[in-house]
């Protein structure tokens, strides 16, 4: 249904009754507790795809949270790259874009009608935005994630559909959420900054029995966002997890996870005039809004709740099994700042709306089982498991009426480019659209991996899987092709496909690695529906998945007592059969060709004990060998680069503590000029971004951190669509964080 007005009140007392609610699950007695109880030395635990190892400190780290990953990352073949808890602290991160500027080789795609902007992360110049999960499960449903549950994220780089299934071409995100550990602790932040930023976020731990513990996240979020008017985000969260029998053979884990968001959505600045040879966003004030208050919003919820049993059959093997059940809802109207009416040269802009009123439910399950054991002199860390699978999604958009297509005066249906008023009050009406789309994916897989250890020199890492992948679209709409006649449709795509990943690791000291690997992915169609793309539409159902593979040669080592870890890898990742259209926009078959060739450099952890370091450098190369028809002609994209592939991408981050209770910090990021169409006639420049931070130590349990981001108020775009808009970066923000620890 349309969405009904707001109600100011709305947010707080769900906020107050959830806090209720997650505080009588973890359990009364989580407050008894006395403080000093249960603060035994820590042990590993392992709870199927998340192993932690300790507590991890500063910015370096030695394991994947994963256990598919079964040799150290040291001797693992392929880029990964771990931004940790204290990384995300002190660089001051507020959502999950914000923490992966710390990744090089990941720039960030724009939506127009389904999907959250933020949410569309590329790596190595391939979408990623089916490919993020949550400790090792994907996760599916448009939205736009947050990172106060989160305490460490792995960025995996190159085709892994052997450890992730369906995609993964660029790479895969891992996000690590909190869990229940073995001390009592109470930590707590309250950021006050620029452009009316509010953020609280509580953080409890405490032991409730020599083997059980809960544990309990908030967060309460608003804010403007800096250098653009009318622009609001709003959003808070509540995640309580309980875990039982840490020193026993048998663990459970519970734990539930709800986002709530309600913002003022930003499609960000229209582009140049369409006979322009090369289109770029219009030279105008970074503030311009060009949405209306009046009329637009983004409403989206999570609800997941996770149940994790493990169990140590003996000392060298054990099982374990993990079920997810996800609800994620969707609401949106969004003015996408239009250029089709032929107005920008007029100075007015068409606020074309987009609509999406999404519901995605969903369940995975995935059960693994460890095994540790020798073949003559060949030591195995083998892991095999099966994975299932079911995600609908319905979606029925709106229906906007209130001015048509028409732009020829300055209204609520048309703003002054160069002056819009956000404001202006709207007077249309919003129905239900007749056009919906039900889409359920089912999947079903197994894989296995084994890291053969030979020598303590040696070492070589396999892993395959198989997926049997089945799509269902039906509704009522067109799938024959755009502009074709509407009716009731049901189509399925039932694909079928292996993947798997080879690294040979040599070890020419302790302390380093050399590694030669191989992997592949495959990009089913149907993958990316859960996230509100509509890749199932326009005669793609009978096509073959698309294959891709990666040939990479890399080295990693350790210095400084392994305090700090540096890593470089050299690569090729190509796409063999692309899905390519036809002149009238119909796909045609599994033709085309990419390839992109690059190198990376990394360096992770401390140079001494008051100096950390988290910075690396991406070198991408991306061309489109084969691109089909395109506008009437054929082979007309032929040797272009890839959409949203920057050439040279750069992340510095740095600490130093100069006074025992005083640390300062700062960051350097660099993203290359990138294209937003495959005809690249699309362009965003590139640019520099500088961040800066202060922490002082008042005491023990309190501490004050500034952090100044976007230090210069630099004018940059972190994403383009392909036609339209370019999403503009927030300026300066200053944020103060009184932080607490207990």
């Not at 989206?300 to 003996?314: K, P, Q, S, V, Y």
């Not at 640019?687 to 500034?706: C, F, G, I, P, T």
């Amino acid at each position: 249904m349309p969405r009904q007005p707001k109600d100011s009140t709305r947010s707080p007392g769900l906020l107050a009754s959830a806090i209720g609610v997650a505080v009588t699950a973890v359990g009364a007695p989580v407050f008894a507790q006395n403080a000093g109880k249960g603060q035994s030395e820590q042990t590993p635990v392992a709870l199927d795809e998340v192993t932690v190892v300790g507590e991890e400190v500063g910015y370096d780290a030695d394991v994947s949270a994963s256990n598919k990953y079964t040799a150290p990352l040291r001797e693992t073949p392929r880029s990964v790259t771990v931004i940790t808890q204290d990384a995300i602290e002190d660089t001051g991160a507020l959502s999950l874009v914000d923490a992966l500027r710390m990744s090089s080789s990941i720039t960030f795609g724009a939506g127009e009608g389904g999907n959250p902007a933020g949410d569309r992360p590329i790596i190595r110049g391939f979408n990623a935005e089916s490919d993020v999960f949550i400790d090792g499960l994907r996760d599916i449903g448009s939205q736009t994630r947050e990172i106060f549950n989160i305490e460490r994220i792995e960025v995996s780089k190159g085709p892994g559909s052997a450890y992730t299934g369906a995609g993964s071409t660029g790479g895969s995100l891992n996000l690590i959420t909190k869990s229940a550990k073995r001390d009592d602790f109470l930590e707590g932040s309250f950021t006050y900054g620029s452009d009316q930023t509010r953020r609280y976020t509580l953080d409890v731990n405490r032991v409730l029995t020599d083997n059980v513990a809960g544990r309990l996240n908030l967060m309460k979020h608003e804010a403007n966002v800096a250098g653009r008017d009318g622009v609001e985000v709003s959003r808070w969260g509540v995640a309580p997890t309980v875990t039982f029998g840490f020193d026993t053979p048998t663990r459970l884990s519970l734990s539930y996870y709800h986002l709530e968001t309600d913002d003022i959505p930003d499609y960000g600045l229209p582009l140049t005039e369409s006979s322009n040879a090369v289109r770029t966003p219009v030279d105008v004030d970074r503030d311009n809004f060009y949405g209306l208050t009046d009329r637009d919003y983004r409403e989206t919820t999570t609800d997941a709740g996770t149940l994790r049993i493990e169990h140590d059959l003996n000392d060298s093997l054990t099982v374990s099994n993990t079920f997810r059940v996800v609800r994620t809802t969707f609401d949106s109207i969004t003015t996408n700042p239009d250029d089709s009416a032929g107005n920008i040269s007029e100075g007015l802009v068409w606020r074309s709306p987009k609509s999406r009123n999404a519901v995605n439910e969903g369940w995975v399950n995935q059960t693994d089982l460890r095994a540790l054991f020798e073949t003559g002199s060949i030591e195995h860390t083998l892991v095999t498991g099966i994975e299932a699978s079911d995600n609908d999604v319905h979606n029925r958009g709106y229906s906007v009426a209130g001015g048509g297509r028409t732009c020829t005066a300055v209204g609520p249906n048309c703003a002054d480019l160069y002056d819009p008023a956000y404001d202006t009050e709207w007077s249309g009406s919003i129905t239900d659209a007749r056009n919906y789309t039900d889409t359920d994916t089912q999947t079903l897989s197994a894989y296995v991996f084994d890291t053969l250890k030979f020598n303590e020199q040696w070492s070589l890492n396999l892993g395959l899987r198989y997926d049997d992948f089945d799509t269902t679209s039906s509704g009522y709409g067109s799938l024959a092709g755009r502009g074709s006649a509407a009716g009731d449709f049901e189509r399925e795509s039932n694909s079928h496909f292996w993947n798997y990943q080879v690294g040979l690791v040599f070890n020419p000291l302790p302390n380093g690695s050399l590694y030669a690997a191989w992997s592949t992915s495959s990009n089913p169609v149907g993958e990316t529906s859960g996230e509100g793309l509509s890749d199932v539409a326009y005669n793609t159902l009978d096509l073959e998945p698309e294959r891709n593979r990666n040939y990479e040669i890399g080295t990693k080592w350790d210095f400084f007592n392994n305090r700090l870890g540096l890593n470089a890898a050299i690569f090729r990742t190509e796409k063999t059969n692309m899905r390519v259209t036809d002149a009238d926009g119909t796909t045609i078959g599994n033709i085309g060709e990419t390839q992109v060739d690059g190198f990376e450099v990394g360096a992770t952890g401390q140079l001494t004990s008051k100096w950390q370091v988290l910075a690396n450098y991406t070198y991408l190369d991306g061309e489109i060998v084969d691109g089909g028809v395109a506008g009437g002609v054929a082979g007309a994209n032929d040797g272009n680069d890839i959409p949203n592939t920057a050439e040279n991408s750069f992340s510095f981050w740095t600490t130093y503590d100069v006074l025992p209770q005083v640390t300062v910090g700062g960051g350097a990021f660099y993203v290359d000029s990138r294209f937003g169409n495959e005809a690249n006639t699309v362009q965003v420049p590139s640019y520099w971004r500088y961040d800066a931070m202060a922490n002082y130590r008042v005491s023990e349990h309190v501490d004050l951190q500034l952090n100044v981001q976007n230090l210069t108020d630099k004018r940059y775009f972190d994403q383009v669509f392909t036609t339209h808009m370019a999403h503009v970066a927030a300026g300066r923000t200053v944020l103060l964080s009184t932080n607490f620890h207990y």
